[in-house]
């Protein structure tokens, strides 16, 4: 009898998907909030057989092409208008296969109390990708600091301003460097993860985004892979009621969950 249960058991190990005995998932984020947030899903993740490893990139241009080049298995830094972006531009073969958190951009300031205190003719950079840079304008457009072209759509770029009523000077800098910006600038409009990064406080904000539109960040994997046992398990691990509490617990709503 205890020979059958041992030969039983053997096979039925034998029969479990690679998920289930430790498969490595390499996943993408920018340091801050999107690595933090996965640090915890990894506990979850191993339940479900997943040997999650975190890598951390600077920027938001190379997890793309590391998970396209077979570097990460997947990725969870992006909201979708940015990752559209890099599939029309590069032809990446990657797709999104759920929604995580998302950000509320902000405007932030070393100098000013308030975004009324900016000067004519006053400084203030913004993210140089198109989409995060257009998010910016969109946020300077809805508080009525200036007005963009009409149809512009989410991606709306300097060249889209028609009315700039106190002259603002735009400079457009790498979206990891716009907190280190504050220092030169009179304000300097962050994406929330590269803010509690560099210690600001969304709270702190001059110019706050309200959690609306398509700016809900994903999970990204190459899309021969989106069908996989795997890439399920992984949704299901990030999307779980634990790491729902670790976010509302630790982020105190500057992150904001989409389950």
Not at 87 to 95: L, N, P
Not at 207 to 224: C, D, F, Q
Not at 232 to 246: G, N, T
């Amino acid at each position: 009898m205890l020979r059958t249960l041992t030969l039983a058991a053997l096979l039925a190990a034998a029969s479990l998907p690679a998920l289930a005995q430790g498969q490595r998932v390499r996943v993408g984020a920018t340091p801050g909030p999107h690595a933090q947030i996965l640090e915890a899903v990894k506990p979850i993740a191993a339940k479900k057989g997943l040997d999650l490893q975190v890598v951390e990139f600077s920027d938001y241009v190379v997890p793309n092409e590391a998970l396209s080049s077979g570097e990460l298995e997947a990725n969870s830094f992006q909201h979708q208008p940015y990752l559209d972006n890099q599939k029309a531009d590069r032809g990446y073969r990657i797709e999104s296969v759920a929604q995580t958190v998302n950000f509320p951009m902000g405007v932030y300031s070393k100098r000013h109390k308030s975004i009324d205190a900016v000067p004519a003719g006053g400084t203030l950079a913004i993210p140089n990708d198109p989409t995060n840079g257009g998010r910016a304008l969109l946020l300077l457009q809805d508080k009525g600091l200036l007005k963009l072209k009409a149809n512009v759509g989410f991606k709306p770029s300097v060249a889209d301003i028609t009315e700039n009523p106190k002259r603002l000077r735009i400079i457009e800098v790498d979206a990891a460097q716009t907190p280190r910006s504050l220092d030169d600038v009179d304000a300097a409009a962050v994406n929330t993860n590269y803010a509690t990064a560099a210690g600001l406080k969304p709270s702190d904000a001059i110019l706050k985004e309200e959690p609306k539109g398509p700016y809900v960040n994903v999970i990204a994997v190459r899309s021969a892979d989106k069908d996989k046992p795997w890439v399920a398990a992984l949704v299901e691990s990030y999307r779980s009621p634990e790491v729902k509490a670790f976010i509302e617990g630790k982020f105190g709503g500057a992150v904001l969950t989409s389950w």
